[in-house]
C-alpha cells in the first residue's frame, strides 16, 4: 500500500500527511487528527490494517465470511479465492492521484481488476429502519445526537419508523459543534455501535445495527404483526365461535371483527360497537387516538377510551368482547352488563391461543442501518482519468460496485450514489476525517479489457500476488 505523499519538517521532525484536506503535521510518536495516518519513527503508517477478505462458495455462489457468519482467520488463500477491499487502502486526496490500489486476478479464467479505494463523503448520510409500534416523532422533526441536529424523521413504514442522519447540510452547512457531532454519530452507527437519539418533542431512542430499538428505555422485542385490519383477517378464524367482537387497536387502522369483511364472510353478526375516529372502510378505522406509547402505537392506556355506547338495537348483555394490540402485548377481556357497558373480566383460557398465535407472528424488533453516499468525480477521478466513463459502465452493468466486499444498492440516475446495509461490512470498516467528513470504503470490479477501455489508470495496476509481501494487510 503506498502512504500518501508527506512534507517532513526538520526543525520538529514533523510529518505532513495530506491523505485529507486536513493536511495535518504529525509529530513523531503521534496520529493525525483522523486517528487513521501516525508518525512513526518519521515514517506516515496507516493505523488500521488493510482488509482482504477470503472467499467462500455456498450454494453456488461467492459469499465473504462475514456475511456467512462465521469468523474470518485471516488467512489469504489462492488470488481466486481472495478480494481485495478498500478498507484500510487509504484515499485519492488530492484526488488527481490514482487509487491506492488497482488490483488485477483470475476469476474463472478471466481477468479482472479491482479499483479500491477509502472515499471522504461530505455528501453522505445513514438511513435508519427501526422496528417499533411507539410514536418516536412528527415527521420533519429534528434528530439530535450530543444535544445537535443531526437528522429528521422521515416517513412511518409497515412497523417501522424511518430517520436519516447526515447529509452535507449537518455536516458542513451548520456549526462546527453540529457539524462534529453528525460526523461522530453517522460513524459510530456505521461500525455497529449503539447509539443515544432524541426527537424534538418525541422520544428518546437507543439505535444500534441489527439490535432491538430501546425507545425510552424500554425494549422493543417485536415489531407487529400487522395493521389492525391486517391482524383481524389474519386471525378471524381463529376467533370464529370463540368471542363476539375483537378490536384490534392499532394508531394507523384499528380492525374491527364483526364489521371487517373477513367477519361478514365468516357470519360473524353485528354487535352495534362504536368507535371514535375516522371510518375508512367497514372494520377500519382510522384517528382513533393520537400516536404515542401506548396500546398500538396510540397514547391511550386504556382501550376503552376509543369506544362510544354500544347501539341498543344490535348489542346484548353478555356480549363477549376482546380487545387487543397488534403485538400481542396489551390486550383485554370484556363482558356487557345489563347496561351494555363494558365490565372487564379475566381472560377466559380459550382465547389464550389466539393472543400467543398474534405475539408468535411479531418477527423481532430491529434496528437497520443503510449507510448511503455519492462517489464524487474526484473519488471516481482515481480510477479513470475520464471519470463519467466509470459513470456510465456502472450504469451499463459493466463495473460492479461494492462496499467494504459488501453488495449495494445503486440509485439510478445521475452520478454514483449507493446503499449499502452496514451489517455486511466488517467491523469498524468506517473512519472520519475532520473536515468533518465520513471515510467509507469502495470497491470497483471489472473486466482488464473494460478498464482499458475506460480510460483506466493501466499504469498501475498491480497482480494480486505482490500484495502478500505486504506488512498492513489483514
Known sequence: ????????????????????????????????????YANVEGELVRVDPHVILER??????????????KDWDGSPLHERRTFVTAIGAGTTYPDYKPAPLIVSSAIDGVDMVTVVTEGIFSYCGVKIKIDTDRHLGAEAATVRSQGEAVGHVTTSEYGSQMFSLGGVHHLTGGSKKEGRATCDALVSLCNGNPLELTVDGGASVIVQSGHAPIVNGVDELRMRAGCGSATIGMFAKQWLGQIDEVVAVD????????????????????????????????GRYFQVAEPGSGWGGTDIADPLTILGPFDTKQAWPGLRLLMVSTT???????????????????????????????????????????????AGGSL??????????????????ITSVTCGGAPVFVWPGGGITFMVDVSQ?????????????????????????????????????????SLKAMKTWQ
Open 1 to 36: 500500500m503506498n502512504p500518501p505523499a508527506t512534507q517532513s519538517d526538520a526543525a520538529s521532525d514533523k510529518i505532513r500527511c495530506d491523505a485529507c484536506p486536513v493536511m495535518c503535521y504529525i509529530k513523531p510518536g503521534a496520529a493525525g487528527a483522523c486517528d487513521r
Open 328 to 374: 400481542g402485548e396489551q390486550w383485554a377481556y370484556y363482558e356487557l352488563d345489563q347496561g351494555l357497558r363494558p365490565i372487564e373480566k379475566a381472560l377466559p383460557v380459550h382465547l389464550t391461543p389466539s393472543i400467543e398465535r398474534i405475539s408468535e407472528n411479531c418477527e423481532p424488533g430491529m434496528c437497520t442501518v443503510l449507510f448511503m453516499g455519492g
Open 425 to 465: 461490512l466488517p467491523k469498524n470498516a468506517f473512519g472520519y476525517v475532520p473536515t468533518p467528513a465520513v471515510v467509507a470504503p469502495i470497491e470497483f470490479t471489472m473486466r482488464r479489457d473494460d478498464y482499458a477501455r475506460l480510460g483506466g489508470h493501466v499504469d498501475h495496476i498491480q497482480p494480486l500476488s
Open 56 to 69: 467462500t462458495v455456498a450454494q453456488g455462489g461467492h459469499l465473504v465470511p462475514f456475511r456467512s457468519g
Open 251 to 282: 394508531d394507523h387502522i384499528t380492525g374491527v371483527l364483526s364489521e371487517h369483511q373477513a367477519g361478514k364472510m365468516l357470519g360473524i353478526p353485528g354487535t352495534g360497537i362504536k368507535l371514535k375516529g375516522r371510518r375508512s372502510t367497514p
Open 380 to 397: 471516481r477521478s482515481g480510477v479513470t482519468e475520464n471519470p463519467v466513463q466509470l459513470t456510465n459502465s456502472v450504469k451499463e452493468a
